[in-house]
């Protein structure tokens, strides 16, 4: 067996009485079965991620995409790598994995922190390569406007998680879909995660500035870009959250923009409520 993220064979037998609740449940609705993403997901690397997996959900939302271990994956700002920790050794022996972050320039940051993001492509694949325990090569990163032509049109799956606020609110969400787009293949798919605003909130509140979205907001710019909604799924759902915070989705865990201010209160809620909505590239 190749090296990847595997804990042995009598670990994986004995990963149902470990896991979660919810991924108990996962398994007995035959939302996932596949015993490769399980075993990452359960991996030891992995151990400070997993108080954050009863919010995200992992095996739920990467069952619902469906993402394959043979799949080119690109992830959209990676970020502390949460999901790069399992999607990079899920796909790295038969598939493989990109990071793609923004084009600098058009971000309303300063030179510092733009030098940092012109530095992702050297530096991500090294923090891939340590968390994993597999080397940099297998892994690609770029930013969104020095994407290699030989790059485009080969992706399967672009994943967006709790990003699309950002891009609306900085007003480089037009140039950077259309970056991802043209990476993906004909037919290709993109997997969002984001924060959910309530279907009847104002756009004063929902235009990405407090972190949340409407659905429809999504759906539609999604639409125009060319994409169509395939489905969508409640996995990463949270009814407590109100979306209606004056510090917004920053109000809740683990954030608390609030600091200690009704921090058992929003302790309670968790974090917040996402859409999770699954695209397809058109013609």
């Known amino acids: 067996m190749k090296k990847r993220l595997m804990i042995g064979a009598l670990t994986v037998l004995g990963m149902a009485a470990a896991m979660p609740v919810s991924a108990q449940n996962q398994e007995e609705d035959g939302v996932q079965n596949d015993s490769n993403l399980r075993t990452v997901i359960m991996h030891e690397r992995r151990a400070e991620d997993k108080a954050r ?6 095996s739920q939302t990467i069952s619902f995409f469906g993402i394959e ?3 080119t994956v690109v992830e959209y700002v990676p970020g502390g790598g949460w999901y790069s920790r399992i999607l990079a050794p899920y796909v790295a022996d ?3 994995f990109i990071g793609l972050t ?4 058009p971000l309303p940051f300063g030179d510092e922190t733009k030098e940092r993001i012109r530095n992702f492509p050297t530096k991500f694949p090294n923090d891939v390569a340590e968390w994993t325990g597999m080397p940099a090569t297998k892994f690609a990163a770029y930013t969104a406007d020095k994407v290699p032509e030989e790059a485009n049109g080969t992706a399967d799956f672009v994943i967006i998680p709790r990003m699309m606020h950002n891009l609306m609110r900085w007003n480089v969400a037009d140039s950077e879909i259309k970056v991802m787009r043209n990476m993906l293949k004909d037919g290709g798919m993109v997997g969002i995660v984001q924060h959910r605003a309530k279907g009847n ?3 004063s509140y929902a235009d990405g500035n407090k972190g949340y979205l409407r659905t429809d907001t ?3 710019f999604m639409e125009a870009h060319g994409f169509e909604l395939v489905k969508q799924s409640e996995a990463n759902a949270n009814p407590k959250d109100t979306a209606d915070y004056p510090k917004g989705v920053w109000t809740l865990p683990p954030r608390y923009a609030e600091g200690d201010t009704d921090k ?3 302790t309670a809620i968790g974090e917040s409520d996402r859409m999770t909505l699954l695209f397809k590239k058109l013609p």
């Open 53 to 58: 997996d009863k919010y995200r959900n992992p």
């Open 69 to 71: 271990p043979e799949h």
């Open 102 to 105: 923004f084009a600098p320039d």
């Open 264 to 266: 058992a209160k929003y």
């Open 218 to 220: 999504v759906v539609k």
């Open 201 to 203: 909130a104002p756009f």
């Open 94 to 96: 038969n598939g493989k």
